[in-house]
């Protein structure tokens, strides 16, 4: 531990300061928290759910820390589930709800697992909260509320940077960046999703080391994208990806598509139609998103999706070829994989109208394949009406 370390000593934040109130909190993280300081564990609620409440925004999930190790957790709370290798943490799913229990983290050498570029494998390093404290990833993410006291717990100057509206790594922000390229995209859902400022040498990090994102493993990069894309900033956060020249590293094959005129429109329609719904409560499905992001380059295999000729077998053919290479730099789970070619093929059924329809109208994809068509007439596409066809024929 460094000096520097051993002798901070945390700020307080007490209810005067901070105005949340108990019964804003979440309570099956309370409801937890008590149990694991009833067996003599400390445990705090942290992250994003502090940072979410401090300014007033509705947050998603719950995180709670504590020095409990996983199996400890699990014996405690027996209704767990320990996941996770390169970074074990414990899900307690209540309902609907998921609650996400961290061990405290240092960030000391042993049980640490680097790659030859820096890149941190494995974190099970366990420690105090001091410690793990200073190994999250931004300031105002580093926030510890102590539930029975009502008080935040804050090493690194957080709530300060949180009334300022400024995202700082903590520690340097290149350090940081070779070890979790993904804190650079984390960075960028958080400036869009709370309208913060990136401070300088964040900024510079991200520039200066975004081709470390080549080496994330592409099941956590679909992981990120539906967090970036599924939870109602999707549109600012893929401009900023624009800005950032990120793209590439996420959405290869979505990329060159989005300086098209026309491409672009359809993607970015669908991304603020995705917002819209995320605000209204609605269902969002990674399929519809997945579907959306690699139909331009579908059509460019394709050619003319609309003409009488296609078959549907080709479009299954050439759909399982790009998706086989976009799974290399980011991982569709199977199961979404088949969603998405069933929103695709169903595209040219809902062409063949009145003849199929009644079948067309029972599988169990026709709504998100019709809301796709409605898509792509939004987006400037002549379907001969089939929208409306469709529209009247489901009113009925
Ligand atoms: P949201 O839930 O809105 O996505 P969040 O900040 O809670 O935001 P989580 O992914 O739930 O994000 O992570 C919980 C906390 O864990 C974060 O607030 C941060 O303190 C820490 N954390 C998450 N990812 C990283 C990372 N890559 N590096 C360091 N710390 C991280
Ligand atoms: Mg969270």
């Known amino acids: 531990m460094s000096l520097k370390k051993t002798i901070s000593e945390p700020e307080i934040f007490n209810i005067s300061d901070h105005q949340i109130k108990k019964n804003q909190l979440d309570k099956e993280a309370i409801s937890i928290i008590s149990r694991l300081i009833d067996a003599g564990y400390e445990a705090y609620i942290v992250g994003g759910f502090i940072r979410d409440s401090l300014i007033g925004v509705k947050s998603k999930d719950c995180d709670v820390a504590t020095n409990a190790t ?29 609650i996400e229990i961290s061990t405290f983290r240092s960030s000391g050498k042993k049980n640490i697992k680097k790659s030859n570029k820096g890149i941190l494998l494995r974190d099970n390093n366990y420690g105090s909260i001091e410690d793990d404290a200073f ?20 090493f690194v100057g957080g709530f300060r940077d949180l009334q300022s509206g400024m995202l700082k790594s903590i520690g340097e922000s290149s350090k940081r960046f070779i070890e ?3 804190r650079m995209i984390r960075a960028i859902r958080f400036k869009s999703k709370l309208g913060f400022k990136l401070d300088n040498k964040l900024e510079k990090g991200i520039h200066r080391y975004r081709h470390l994102l080549s080496e994330v493993p592409s099941g956590r990069k679909y992981e990120e ?62 399929a519809f998103l997945f579907a959306v992001m690699l139909w331009p380059a579908l059509i460019s295999k394709i050619g003319d999706m609309n003409s009488k000729k296609i078959k549907i077998p080709r479009i299954s053919r050439i759909g399982n070829l790009l998706l086989k290479k976009h799974n290399e730099y980011c991982f569709i789970p199977k199961r979404v994989q088949s969603s998405i070619k069933e929103i695709w093929e169903i595209q040219v059924m809902l062409l063949r109208i009145p003849e ?16 796709f068509l409605l898509l792509r007439e939004k987006s400037g596409e002549n379907l001969g009406g089939a929208g409306d066809w469709w529209t009247k024929k489901i009113s009925h």
Do not use: C, W
């Open 356 to 371: 199929k329809a009644n079948t067309t109208l029972k599988h169990k994809r026709f709504r998100a394949a019709f809301d």
């Open 135 to 154: 190994r999250r990833d931004f300031t105002i993410n580093s926030l510890y509320m102590d539930t029975k006291k009502m008080e935040i717990i804050d």
């Open 180 to 182: 979790d390229p993904v």
């Open 225 to 286: 994208l539906l967090k970036m894309f599924l939870t109602g900033n999707a549109f600012s956060i893929m401009t900023e990806l624009q800005n950032y020249r990120i793209t590439e590293y996420l959405l290869p094959m979505t990329k060159n598509f989005l300086e098209g005129k026309k491409d672009r429109r359809f993607i970015l329609n669908a991304l603020k139609d995705s917002d819209k719904r995320f605000h209204q409560n609605k269902t969002l499905t990674p």
């Open 70 to 98: 996983p199996e400890e957790i699990k014996e405690v709370i027996p209704k767990t589930r320990i996941i996770g290798k390169r970074f074990k943490i414990v899900h307690a799913r209540v309902g609907k709800k998921l």
